[in-house]
């Protein structure tokens, strides 16, 4: 019996197979076909998730629980304050304490108007070619009129959405929040968001629970 005869076998290359890259905070997938270095390179990438929402602080104080209002009452405070990373940049706002009516998130929450109608705004590191979804929780101050609370955010001085809420119905024990959120892609290093009631008089739309979520344009949508 002689031995087979070596042979030669020629074997294409494998093809990069379908890579489906989930965002973190997202629930929406998109598919991409790529080499293991792009592959990589966008997973280094990828980490870029929930950024915090303050630049200096690290904490974006989002449930305006800093500073702590002694329970069952308010603060009102002017612009130029401070409520943690936020700053009052117009009118008045009120910071409510825990038990003066629900929260959506926590023990406190912000009506944006105080005395008048107001604003806070927060500055916060951002990276080109992200997109940054801001999300808040709405209610509307039920203590009086006008039943339908009006507000505004701006990114950057510019108005990036108008909001309201309509209270009517809504009591200090049961105040109805909604979630509510608006999205945007960095063009630089940091962006400057601002609340503000648009609504005249002391009972003006409520905030809490605001939070920073960011992923790579290329990867994913918020």
């Known amino acids: ?23 973190e905070g997202s629930g929406r997938w998109r598919q991409w076909r790529a080499g293991a270095g792009l592959l990589s390179a966008l997973a280094a990438l990828a980490t870029v998730t929930a950024a915090p929402a303050d630049a200096t602080s690290g904490s974006s104080n989002g449930g305006f629980e800093t500073p702590r209002v002694q329970p069952h009452t ?6 130029g304050r401070s409520i943690g990373a936020w700053t009052v ?28 109608s107001g604003a806070v705004s927060q500055t916060f590191s951002t990276l080109p070619l992200v997109k940054y979804e801001i ?19 701006r990114i950057n001085g510019e108005v990036a959405r108008d909001f309201s809420f309509d209270a009517t119905g809504r009591s200090f024990a049961g105040m ?31 905030i809490d629970d605001v939070t920073v979520k960011s992923c790579l344009v290329i990867i994913c949508h918020l």
């Open 89 to 116: 940049t117009r009118g008045t706002v009120d910071l409510v304490g825990e038990g003066f009516w629900q929260a959506a998130n926590g023990a406190q929450s912000l009506d944006l108007n105080g005395d008048t």
């Open 1 to 23: 019996m002689t031995a087979p005869s070596a042979t030669t076998e020629t074997r294409a290359a494998p093809r990069a197979e379908p890579v489906t890259t989930p965002c």
């Open 176 to 206: 109805g929040y909604v979630h509510q959120k608006v999205s945007f892609v960095a063009t630089g290093l940091s962006m400057t968001v601002e609340f503000a009631g648009t609504v005249p008089g002391v009972f003006g739309p409520v």
């Open 74 to 79: 308010f603060q009102t405070l002017p612009a």
């Open 135 to 153: 999300g808040y929780k709405l209610a509307g101050n039920p203590g009086g009129p006008p039943a339908v609370k009006t507000g505004r955010v």
